[in-house]
């Protein structure tokens, strides 16, 4: 029975940890910010030490360590699933590009971060970044943005949770695959 406890644990931590970031980014009467965070952070780590201690030995660190990273993504699948209600066309008044190198062999290829600044009705939103150039100076954009400031604006239509969803899926799958096949550390 304990062995199916522990099996379970990173469904459990996954539940509550998506849970609580969707009351944070959408709820009505949602925490404040550092409330948010160290709820958050409390719940992430909580459950990564119940399942090294419950899994134990090197099963029970990279099993927790695969379960950090799916709970990281589930927080991030919440984000992105968070309501953007507000849609405002915006000209785009300026487009600043900076390069990300990555270093040593086998690193991943540069990537271009673009950072649009925005004259939207309101001043707010003043910037957006994307990984891919979605405007020049002057053209008009759709932003969708949360008027409560909790999720960061996005292109309208743009927002999906999908990835990170399916990526959060299967690390928790490989953390209770780990769970079940290790089980519960022997009493000493």
């Known amino acids: 029975m304990r062995r199916l406890g522990t099996a379970v644990l990173p469904w459990l931590a996954a539940g509550a940890v998506y849970g609580w970031a969707a009351w944070c980014f959408g709820g009505s009467s949602a925490p404040p910010g550092a409330v948010a965070l160290v709820g958050g952070a409390v719940l992430l780590l909580g459950g ?84 891919r150039a979605v405007a020049e100076k002057g053209a008009r954009i759709r932003v969708a943005y949360d008027p409560r400031h909790r999720v960061s604006p996005e292109l309208e239509g743009r927002t999906t949770p999908w990835t990170a969803t399916l990526w959060a899926a299967a690390l928790l799958i490989l953390g209770t695959a780990i769970a079940w096949l290790k089980g519960s550390p022997t009493p000493t």
């Open 48 to 131: 990564c030490a119940a399942y090294f201690v419950l899994v134990g030995g090197t099963g029970g660190f990279f099993g927790a360590l695969l379960l950090s990273l799916g709970l990281l993504l589930a927080v991030a699948a919440a984000d992105q699933a968070a309501s953007r209600p507000e849609v405002a066309v915006c000209p785009v008044r300026e487009v600043h590009t900076k390069a990300e190198h990555s270093s040593g062999e086998g690193a991943p290829p540069t990537r271009t971060v673009y950072r649009f600044v925005l004259d939207c009705p309101g001043g707010y939103p003043a910037e957006l970044k994307e990984g």
